[in-house]
Each structure stands twice: as C-alpha cells, then as structure tokens.
C-alpha cells in the first residue's frame, strides 16, 4: 500500500522505503509512432472486413435472382409437361413474375431431327427491356405426351 510520503507499508507491517532513482528515465506506455502503426493495422484489418461483407451482401443478392429466374424458367417448363399439348414452333415473350422480381421471359420452340420431340428453351430476363440475361433452360418435350 502506498502512502502519502512515498513510503510503501507491505501488509506486514513492515515499512519500506520507496527509493526512486533520478538518473532514471524509463517511461511507460506507448509512442506516438507504435501508435501510428497500431493503428494502420488495425484500419486495414477493418477495411478487409467490410470488403469481404460487402462482397458477401452482394453475392447473396445475385443467388436470390439466380434462384427466383431457375424457378420461373422451372414453372414455365413444367407447365408445358403438365397441359400436354405439342407446343407450336417459334419464339414467344410473356412476363414471368417471381416473388418482388418482375422477370420477362422468352419461350423458343426449335424443330430437332427426331420429329417425335421438340426442344424448348426457356430464357429469363431480368428488366422489361433488358438484354441480361440471367438464366436459360432448355427441356425435349415429345409428341402426344
């Protein structure tokens, strides 16, 4: 315990001296230049996390599109397997909503050399008026199914 004269009482009883040196100059704590550099490693570290977490947002933004245009390419396809009908050769537009995105989808009919089949592809869009396109699909639909 120290006391108000520089004298430090030990929890014995005993009293000891506190002799301090004045040649002596030793100080404690850091430099402003340890500082300094504390401080940039620590900015950097920082600035690489918030990178990465932005990274990781907008990652997870682009697999919610990739997942909401498979599934609107998906209905449409199973749509043409469940009605049954021999879809008519040529090229088609038509809206293809999913969720809050409002997707624009192409249908394509080709002819194939097997004329008991006819090979359907799915095209899904992002805007009304967008060439990006985000995801094709594309099924064999046969005759009288």
Known sequence: MLTGLGILQST??????????????????????????????LATALGA????IGSLSQNNGDLRVAIMS???????????RLSKTWPPLGES???????????????TVFQ??????????IT??????????IIKLTQLVPKGL
């Open 12 to 41: 014995r009883g005993h009293v000891k001296k506190m002799v301090r040196n004045k040649d002596s100059t030793s100080t404690y704590g850091f430099t402003l230049l340890e500082v300094l550099v504390a401080l940039f490693i």
């Open 124 to 133: 899904v869009f992002i805007g009304p008026n967008s060439e990006r396109k």
């Open 93 to 107: 537009f038509y809206l293809c909503p999913q969720g809050d995105f409002n997707f624009n989808c192409r249908q």
């Open 70 to 80: 498979t599934w609107s390419a998906e209905n449409q396809l199973a749509q043409i």
């Open 49 to 52: 996390s918030l990178r990465a």
């Open 112 to 121: 194939t050399p097997n004329p008991l089949f006819r090979r359907v592809e």
